[in-house]
């Protein structure tokens, strides 16, 4: 087995509305991510995705609260370290987020070199700008970025050549985990391609040394990520290889997912498709017992107790009272 990069053990962390309402967005969650690998998360809107993305970083502000859990960076837990040193220390350098939409987000009164300067110079103020600068131009072109991005403003930049820029940014601290959240899905296939291509080379490179992807289109995923995990109304409830995942998913809820593929990728075109009934449940009350019941179609009354983890082998993680003869069963007899 290979060095684990990111552990995250049992991390549960929630919403508290100003209603004082609490919404359970990320529920005992945990995996790993080995040195190399990229992680895929999927699910739903509102599943909890971006949440557990945020919760990675183990810096908490209202209205998100840490629960429980742990989360271990390359051997160091930073769930125990005061928010300060994980705002100084981590943040950046050790993981780094980009989150969904952020090339939007972009500060359009400010050049590219100038957002670099106020990122470099939150962890070293001391920074001088002829050294960030040619830092940001070695780093830019590593990452086959043209240097003259540096001078331009965000809106002198194609959508695509935003999106890798604000890759480019959010490496330039070197951290070892890097979540991309929807780093394509705004895009056009030719600038998702481009985007795609940067993330794997930042892998292969050991520009990072583990990457966690979330988008909703699964082909995708299928294509980029070594594991898959699939998210339900704020749990893990399958965690695969790619493989497994996508081609002989277990939880009911993984295969109607699965089965709602819409691209007709290589590959993935035989999966017949089908819609899930149903929307999922309210996150501030969700059941007590497993939370997809209510859509799954081989629920029954046992149903009602919180499913078990379980592990049938191959790495692979699911969440429900059946065992994996009994659901292979039911899906041979479907067939
Ligand atoms: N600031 C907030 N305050 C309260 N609840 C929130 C807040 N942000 C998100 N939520 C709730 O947390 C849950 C998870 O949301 P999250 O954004 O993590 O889902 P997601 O899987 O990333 O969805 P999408 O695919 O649409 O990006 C949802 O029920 C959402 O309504
Ligand atoms: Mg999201």
Same mark, same amino acid.
């Given at each position: ?12 962390? &929630? ?17 790993? +991510?080995?040195?190399?690998?990229? #992680? ?30 742990? @989360? @271990?960076?390359?051997?160091?837990? @930073? ?14 350098? $050790?993981?780094?987020?980009? /989150? ?5 987000? #972009? ?17 070293? /103020?001391?920074?001088? &700008? ?11 072109? +590593?990452? %086959? ?21 604000? @890759? ?13 959240? $929807? ?9 998702? &391609? ?23 289109? #699964? ?14 109304? %704020? ?23 699965? %089965?709602?593929?819409?691209? /007709? ?14 929307? /999922? ?7 007590? %017992? ?6 799954? &179609? ?38």
């Amino acid at each position: 087995m290979s060095k684990v990069i990111l552990e995250v053990k049992d991390l549960t962390t &929630k919403y508290i509305t100003r209603f004082r309402e609490d919404v359970y967005a990320v529920d005992h969650v945990s995996f790993k +991510v080995e040195e190399g690998k990229s #992680l895929g998360i999927a699910g739903e809107s509102g599943c909890g995705k971006s949440t557990l993305a945020l919760s990675l970083m183990g810096y908490y502000f209202p209205p998100l609260h840490y629960t429980s859990g742990e @989360i @271990i960076i390359d051997g160091r837990t @930073i769930t125990n370290m005061a928010p300060d040193d994980v705002r100084k220390s981590i943040l950046g350098k $050790e993981i780094a987020y980009i /989150p969904q939409a952020a090339m939007n987000a #972009l500060n359009p009164t400010r050049r590219i070199i100038n957002l670099i300067e106020d990122v470099v110079r939150a962890h070293d /103020p001391t920074a001088k &700008k002829q050294e960030i600068y040619q830092m940001a131009r070695e780093s830019f072109e +590593v990452l %086959g970025l043209p240097a003259e991005v540096l001078q331009k403003y965000p809106v002198e930049l194609s959508g695509g050549m935003k999106q890798r820029t604000v @890759i480019a940014i959010s490496v330039i601290l070197g951290p070892k985990v890097l979540i991309a959240d $929807e780093p394509s899905s705004a895009l056009d296939v030719t600038s998702q &391609k481009m985007v795609i291509k940067m993330l794997r080379n930042l892998m292969e490179m050991g520009y990072i040394k583990a990457m966690i992807f979330i988008t909703h289109e #699964l082909p995708l995923l299928y294509n980029v990520t070594d594991e898959i995990m699939v998210m339900y109304a %704020g749990q893990l409830v399958e965690l695969a290889s790619a493989d497994h995942a996508v081609f002989d998913p277990l939880h009911p809820y993984s295969k109607g997912l699965m %089965g709602s593929i819409i691209v /007709p990728e290589a590959g993935l075109r035989d999966v017949k498709l089908t819609a899930i009934p149903g929307v /999922p449940p309210n996150l501030k009350k969700p059941p007590a %017992g497993c939370r997809f019941a209510e859509r799954c &179609k081989y629920a029954r009354l046992e149903c009602n107790v919180s499913p078990p983890l379980r592990t049938p082998g191959h790495g692979r993680t699911y969440r429900c009272i059946l065992s994996e003869e009994e659901l292979r069963g039911i899906y041979e007899h479907e067939r």
